[in-house]
Nanobody
Framework: QVQLVESGGGSVQAGGSLRLSCGVS????????LGWFRQAPGKEREGVAS???????TYADSVKGRFTISRDNAKNTQYLQMNSLKPEDTAVYYC?????????????????WGQGTQVTVSS
């Protein structure tokens, strides 16, 4: 059974930090590349970060140096540590899994999705 469940969203002031978690099924953890996307109101869903099965990472330019993606395959979990948050980071954040890893994080490369978790950053 394929399952991705996000947690850790919430409200924070600008400059603060949050850590998102995504619990995935064992099948996903052992076979798929993982990623995080976000969608702000009225905007398209965009890639934030992705991590390959072997641990290679890539980031959107807007979050480089502030966000860190990681995965713990033993715990079937991936994480997104978000530091120095800005109001423009406000969005629903989605965990995703796919079989293609690329330096450009593309929506179409990911097949499975979580339900999303809200992140709100106030100024």
């Amino acid at each position: 059974q394929v399952q991705l469940v996000e947690s850790g969203g919430g409200s924070v002031q600008a400059g603060g930090s949050l850590r998102l978690s995504c619990g995935v099924s064992e099948y996903i953890s052992s076979s798929y590349h993982l990623g995080w996307f976000r969608q702000a109101p009225g905007k398209e869903r965009e890639g934030v970060a992705s991590i390959a099965l072997r641990g290679i990472t890539t980031y959107a330019d807007s979050v480089k140096g502030r966000f860190t993606i990681s995965r713990d395959n033993a715990k079937n979990t991936q994480y997104l540590q978000m530091n120095s948050l800005k109001p423009e980071d406000t969005a629903v954040y989605y965990c995703a899994a796919g079989l293609i890893f690329a330096t450009t994080i593309r929506l179409g490369d990911f097949e499975y999705w979580g339900q999303g978790t809200q992140v709100t950053v106030s100024s």
